[in-house]
């Protein structure tokens, strides 16, 4: 397993800036577990991650209300957000949850992943950020089996 990656972002601007190069990289069927307090950046880094594959950053939002967004680019990216929901696995497979982690020609985000509770996605990338500054965040990657 590859060794945890930690970038320090000292604006939005940087934050998107790196979302943009790994969407640049990003191997079809990857999944991304965000983690983060309320305003630390994950949909920021969505949204640079999203322009990294062709889609149009203003776009992408968070579908805190719709829960699920789809976007069409290089890959396909499923945007999602379990800010509103309560861990429950009858809730994954009502959302079709298993059946969008498994295609294998997107990549997917998932905003609030410590929700997810004991769904099991397989191998994805934990993505956190840290507020370290008014503007400032530690971003972590790291590879991991859940």
């Not at 396909?76 to 959302?95: A, F, G, V």
């Amino acid at each position: 397993m590859p060794e945890p990656t930690t970038f320090i972002s000292k604006s939005p601007e940087e934050t998107f800036e790196f979302g943009y190069k790994v969407g640049e990289e990003v191997a079809p069927g990857t999944i991304f577990l965000l983690t983060g307090d309320l305003g630390a950046g994950k949909t920021v880094f969505a949204k640079g991650l999203a322009a990294g594959l062709g889609i149009d950053p203003a776009d992408v939002a968070s579908p805190t209300f719709t829960l699920i967004n789809e976007h069409k680019g290089r890959l396909r990216l499923y945007h999602i957000d379990l800010y509103r929901l309560e861990p429950s696995s009858d809730t994954w497979y009502s959302l079709g949850l298993d059946e969008i982690i498994s295609e294998p020609n997107s990549v997917v985000i998932i905003e609030w992943a410590e929700r997810l509770g004991n769904f099991s996605v397989g191998k994805a990338t934990d993505l956190s950020i840290e507020i370290v500054s008014e503007s400032g965040r530690r971003i972590r990657l790291s590879e991991t089996y859940r």
